[in-house]
Nanobody, 123 residues
Framework: QVWLVESGGGLVQAGGSLRLSCTAS????????MGWFRQAPGKEREFVAT????????YYTDSVKGRFTISRDNAKNTVYLQMSSLKPEDTAVYYC????????????????WGRGTQVTVSS
């Protein structure tokens, strides 16, 4: 099992930026694809972004393309989500997740999850 802890959430005005971090411990980080998901109040959790083990392949949901960037530092066992041009509709609890192997966009493909970090974007 991989233990995941998210950080970096907070309150920001629309148009602002935040960088979320997710640090893994436990089993080796090697070979794990990482994903970011989010859950807004009253809505189901949804996919945001994913990155493969090498960092050479990334994929984003359409609503965040051009505004969010997922990256990773394997030496630090950490994955990041740089969020820019934030909108009120980005308000949600953001979760990171890990799965061994290929990066997928479906929640059920991920085995390990963090507890989430709250992001609130004010208008």
């Amino acid at each position: 099992q991989v233990w995941l802890v998210e950080s970096g959430g907070g309150l920001v005005q629309a148009g602002g930026s935040l960088r979320l971090s997710c640090t893994a411990s436990g089993r080796t980080f090697s070979g794990y694809a990482m994903g970011w998901f989010r859950q807004a109040p009253g809505k189901e959790r949804e996919f945001v972004a994913t990155i493969n083990w090498t960092g050479g392949s990334t994929y984003y949901t359409d609503s965040v393309k051009g505004r969010f960037t997922i990256s990773r530092d394997n030496a630090k066992n950490t994955v990041y989500l740089q969020m820019s041009s934030l909108k009120p509709e980005d308000t949600a609890v953001y979760y990171c997740a890990a799965r061994r192997g290929v990066a997928f966009t479906t929640q059920s493909d991920y085995n390990d999850w963090g507890r989430g970090t709250q992001v609130t974007v004010s208008s």
